[in-house]
Each structure stands twice: as structure tokens, then as C-alpha cells.
């Protein structure tokens, strides 16, 4: 199966060289590694759309959603520049009304890409239910995907250890030698109300929109 969208008139053009080039690359990595997937963590719904002009990609989006409380929560933390644990850069902490406005309009873009891929193109996962039932998450996401990976949610799941594969660059966590999965709620008990009434003023009617209130 192949993913085709065709380019309309004026930003076919201007994503010419950049949809070259990711061909090229995606080309590159999948003749090095023998694969035939290849596991794209990019953030932005923009990317996405970028990639889905890409002629012969057959591209599958899982869209992670977190309570936006929680996000805001841990961009409050500041961290020191420190390449060796995979710091690139010094992380300043996030005001939360900023983060409140970034969740809101990021995820309504992932929605509209829904939209204009279609929804047998594109899965939500809350990060809470894969957290706490992570077989049947990965169960889910492997139906989607058309693969098995009912071995990785068990593992997940009796929280066992898992080795980070390659990546070009990404979170820290990359740079340990093992992974195990911990499900993260310390907002809940640990930031202040008065903080997470801010976050709510704006982005609560899109906490709703996912469950979360």
C-alpha cells in the first residue's frame, strides 16, 4: 500500500527539494539497515504533511496525546546544556500558558491532518491508557500498523527492560542502555493548583475534547 497525495499548484513547488531530499534520505536508511519500516518521532503535524507528498510512502500516523496538565507540568523543569546524556542544548522551563496555547494548536493541526488523510491513516493514543495497559495499547497500534507486536506490549506490559534503537536524535532517554516504562502522573499531586487552573482556562475545553475532564 502507498500513500500518494498529489501537491497543489503553489506548495508542490516550494516542497520540491524538501520532499527530494527526504526521499533520498528515506532511500539511504532503509538500503543501510535492511528494513522496511521506518519510525519517524517528529513532533510536528507539519512534517506530517510534508511527508505524506512523498510519492510511494505508505505513511501511518499515531498521534500521542498526554493531558495537557502533565505536559505543562514537566516543561516547567529547567535543564543544564550536557551532550554526553543527549542534551544538545540548555532547556529553559516553559511558562504554562505558553505550553496551554502550543497543546491546543498542535493538536487541532494533528486533527486536521486526520482529516485530510483520512482516519484509517491516522490512530490516537492517550499516553495514560498505553501507560497503564500497554498490551492492549501496542495490540491496537499493531492492528493499525498491520504488524504483530503483541511480544513488545507482554514486555512492556510484565515491565521488562527494552533496548533504544537507532535514532538520528530525539529525547534523552535515547542515550540509556535500557528503557522500562513508567507511567508519570506526579502533576496530579505535585503542581500547583493555581498552575493547573491556568492550563484549564485555556486548554480545557480541548482536555475535555480527549477525556480528560
Same mark, same amino acid.
Given at each position: ?22 526521499? @533520498? ?8 539497515s535492511g528494513k522496511q519500516i521506518i519510525v519517524d518521532s517528529s513532533k510536528l503535524p507539519g512534517r506530517a504533511m510534508a511527508l505524506a507528498q512523498i510519492p510511494g510512502v505508505d505513511m501511518r500516523v499515531i498521534h500521542?496525546? @498526554? ?17 554526553? %546524556? ?6 529553559? #522551563?516553559?511558562?504554562?500558558?505558553? $505550553?496551554? !496555547? ?11 491532518? %486526520? &482529516? ?30 498491520? !504488524?504483530? !507486536? ?5 514486555? !512492556?506490559?510484565?515491565? /521488562?527492560?527494552? /533496548? ?7 529525547? &534523552?532517554?535515547?542515550?540509556?542502555? %535500557? ?5 508519570? /502522573? %506526579?502533576?496530579? $499531586? @505535585?503542581? #500547583? ?7 484549564? @482556562? ?12
Open positions: 500500500m502507498f500513500l500518494k497525495v498529489p501537491y497543489g499548484v503553489g506548495i508542490g513547488k516550494q516542497l520540491a527539494p524538501y520532499v527530494l531530499h527526504t526521499k @533520498r534520505l528515506f532511500n539511504a536508511m532503509l538500503s543501510c500521542v496525546v @498526554r493531558d495537557g496538565r502533565g505536559v505543562a507540568w514537566s516543561l516547567l523543569k529547567a535543564y543544564d546544556r550536557d551532550v554526553k %546524556s543527549g542534551l544538545q542544548k540548555a532547556i529553559k #522551563p516553559k511558562p504554562v500558558f505558553r $505550553t496551554a !496555547l502550543r497543546w491546543s494548536i498542535v493538536n487541532l493541526a494533528v486533527e486536521y491532518l %486526520s &482529516r485530510k488523510l483520512g482516519p484509517q491513516k491516522v490512530m490516537r493514543v492517550r499516553y495514560e491508557d498505553f501507560a497503564s495497559n500497554p498490551a492492549a495499547t501496542m495490540q491496537q497500534i499493531g492492528a493499525f500498523l498491520e !504488524l504483530d !507486536l503483541s511480544q513488545i506490549g507482554l514486555s !512492556l506490559q510484565n515491565g /521488562e527492560a527494552i /533496548e533504544p534503537g537507532h535514532q538520528v536524535a530525539g529525547s &534523552r532517554l535515547r542515550m540509556n542502555a %535500557s528503557i522500562a516504562l513508567t507511567k508519570d /502522573e %506526579s502533576w496530579r $499531586t @505535585r503542581m #500547583p493548583a493555581g498552575q493547573q487552573l491556568s492550563f484549564q @482556562r485555556l486548554g480545557g475545553w480541548m482536555l475535555r475534547r480527549y477525556g480528560y475532564l
